[in-house]
């Protein structure tokens, strides 16, 4: 038991884990997520978009996800306070989930654990947008946008664009055009280093999306970069569960 130990808990209606730590010996520490990262020997997210916040402050301690969606294994709120206590008691399973490093020209622009895409900032908008993966092309389409996936984002809005949902640890990026103008076009899993998206063309201005938040615009012929940029490690207990459990 880690009697002592401080756990970072971000997210909202926190009161019931606040109750499970202190029942556990150890001292709960709410506020935002850059506010406690650095303080917490544990870290707990109460949802995807506390996840998502947390991944951006590169925390060097296990995140335990509860109801944080399907891209990651995830425990039931029902079930936070057990999983609690099994993270407290230890020893702790981790998984490893990559993230991108995202630069727009030579700029860092974000830090992606889930997806980045770019779209059409008006509905029904088409623009072109050209893809390569190691310098090597992969095609060039005309859509409303493309999204980027990692395997923790291969599940979400990929998915339901029509992508395939690739397993955590899957050394890969998933892309799928968004509501292409053809209707043979492609997806594609490529590995993530050097992967790059260039707006060819646009008919309406083109926003940069990077996981839950709105980056800024980006012009025709700005090349998106992607790179790899560390890793989140998340805490697995005996209550996670993700979409690639065989009972769900």
């Keep these: 038991m880690n009697e002592g130990a401080v756990v970072g808990v971000v997210g909202v209606d926190t009161a019931d884990v606040e ?19 650095a303080e917490s020997d544990y ?4 949802g995807e978009s506390a996840l998502l916040a947390l991944a951006r402050t590169d925390p060097g301690v296990p995140v335990l996800p509860v109801a944080a969606g399907r891209g990651v294994r995830s425990v ?20 490893r989930h990559p993230q991108w490093r995202v630069t727009v020209g030579d700029r860092t622009r974000a830090h992606v654990l889930t997806d980045l895409m770019l779209v059409t900032a008006e509905p029904a908008e088409i623009s072109e ?7 090597e092309p992969v095609d060039q389409f005309r859509a409303d946008g493309v999204v980027l996936a990692t ?4 599940s979400g809005y ?6 395939p949902v690739v397993p955590p640890e899957t ?11 053809a209707t043979d076009t492609d997806h594609w899993v490529v590995p993530s280093a050097g992967l790059t998206v260039t707006v060819e063309r646009d008919e309406s201005a083109v926003q940069l999306i990077a996981d839950d938040r709105v980056v800024g615009p980006v012009d025709p012929g700005d090349r998106v970069r992607v790179s790899p940029d560390g ?5 697995v207990v005996p209550a996670s569960r993700s979409c690639f459990d065989r009972d769900r």
């Design 43 to 46: 870290l707990v997210a109460l």
């Design 19 to 37: 109750r499970a730590i202190r029942e556990s010996g150890a001292t709960p520490l709410t506020g935002t997520a850059a506010s406690v990262a």
């Design 76 to 95: 039931p709120r029902s079930d936070a306070g057990n999983a609690i206590r099994a993270l407290l008691d230890g020893p702790v399973q981790t998984d």
């Design 158 to 163: 990929a998915h339901a664009a029509g992508g």
């Design 151 to 154: 395997p923790a984002g291969s």
């Design 231 to 235: 890793a989140v490690e998340t805490a």
């Design 129 to 135: 947008y050209a893809v390569a993966a190691d310098g």
């Design 171 to 181: 050394d890969a990026s998933v892309i799928v055009p968004v509501a292409p103008f």
